[in-house]
């Protein structure tokens, strides 16, 4: 076992939807201030290209970012609790206990819903023990919504 591998899990990785669904966002907000500068370039002077090619630099830099931190997102569920893992640089691994969650929330905005993906949320009484998996198959969402749920009401059942 390793600090963020656990013994005998059986990751459910992302959906690879969720890199262009997120590198259309980014490109989306990046677009603005482009377009803006090279219209001032046009009407001004040539070196307002090079604001214009650093941002382009900046949304490649970016985009390959996106690629990285999506194929390390992952999820298991366990017997006892929902384990999350993202980041390549600066990991994270957070372990949610069934008994502890409140409520499961299931989200999907239209560039999400366009590639049949959502975002699960599990909120529990305590904010740092909150996890998020985003690009989970719409159908996998559903079932994992249903699923916790009914893990932590038999948790608390329990108690």
């Given at each position: 076992?390793?600090?963020?591998e656990p013994d005998g899990t059986d990751w459910h990785y992302v959906s690879r939807k969720l890199i262009p669904a997120r590198i259309i966002t980014l490109w989306l907000w990046l677009a603005v201030p482009i377009i803006g500068l090279v219209v001032l370039?046009?009407?001004?002077?040539?070196?307002?290209?090079?604001?214009?090619?650093?941002?382009?630099l900046l949304g490649a830099w970016l985009s390959w970012i996106i690629v990285r931190q999506v194929t390390a997102h992952a999820w298991v569920e366990r017997e006892e609790?929902?384990?999350?893992?993202?980041?390549?640089?600066?990991?994270?691994?957070?372990?949610?206990p069934y008994g502890r969650m409140q409520y499961v929330e299931v989200q999907a905005g239209p560039i999400s819903r366009a590639f049949g993906i959502a975002s699960?949320?599990?909120h529990t009484a305590s904010p740092g023990t909150d996890a998020s998996?985003?690009?989970?198959?719409?159908s996998e969402a559903a079932r994992l919504r249903d699923r916790l749920t009914?893990?932590?009401?038999?948790?608390?059942?329990?108690?």
């Open positions: 076992m390793t600090l963020f370039s046009a009407l001004t002077s040539e070196w307002v290209y090079i604001s214009a090619a650093t941002i382009l609790d929902l384990v999350v893992k993202k980041g390549r640089l600066w990991r994270t691994v957070s372990v949610v699960v949320q599990l998996i985003s690009g989970v198959p719409e009914s893990r932590g009401e038999a948790k608390l059942a329990g108690l």
